[in-house]
């Protein structure tokens, strides 16, 4: 399995960015997809998950400005971030389940991403 993170970039407080997290074969329609980060000095942290059927779950930092969803033909998850904040500053990983319902919890997600920065200016 390879997860391949990209959309990161630089934008000011209230802009917008789009992550995509594009799989290299077919297990990521079939499987949990979550989107985590980490800033410097920081521990990793869930950001939003999204089960093979289109389940969702968000940390409550991001609940109501980010939103995660799926294309499984282009075997592809979306994070769409509104709203930025500074303190969303952090490198942005994708990670995917051997399973099908949503976790939020890192260690349930055995593949990861190598990450894609996102910097917010105030």
């Known amino acids: 399995v390879q997860l391949q993170a990209s959309g990161g970039g630089t934008v000011q407080a209230g802009g917008s960015l789009r992550l995509s997290c594009a799989g290299s074969?077919?297990?990521?329609?079939?499987?949990?997809i979550g989107w985590y980060r980490q800033a410097p000095g920081k521990q990793r942290e869930f950001v939003a998950v999204?089960?093979?059927?289109?389940?969702?779950t968000y940390a409550d930092s991001v609940t109501g400005r980010f939103t995660i969803s799926r294309d499984n033909a282009k075997k592809t998850v979306y994070l769409q971030m509104h709203s930025l904040k500074p303190e969303d500053t952090a490198i942005y990983y994708c990670?995917?389940?051997?399973?099908?319902?949503?976790?939020?919890?890192?260690?349930?997600?055995?593949?990861w991403g190598q990450g894609t920065q996102v910097t917010v200016s105030s």
């Open positions: 990670a995917q389940r051997d399973g099908i319902l949503v976790r939020t919890s890192a260690v349930s997600y055995p593949y």
């Open positions: 074969g077919s297990t990521i329609s079939l499987n949990a």
């Open positions: 999204i089960s093979s059927g289109g389940a969702t």
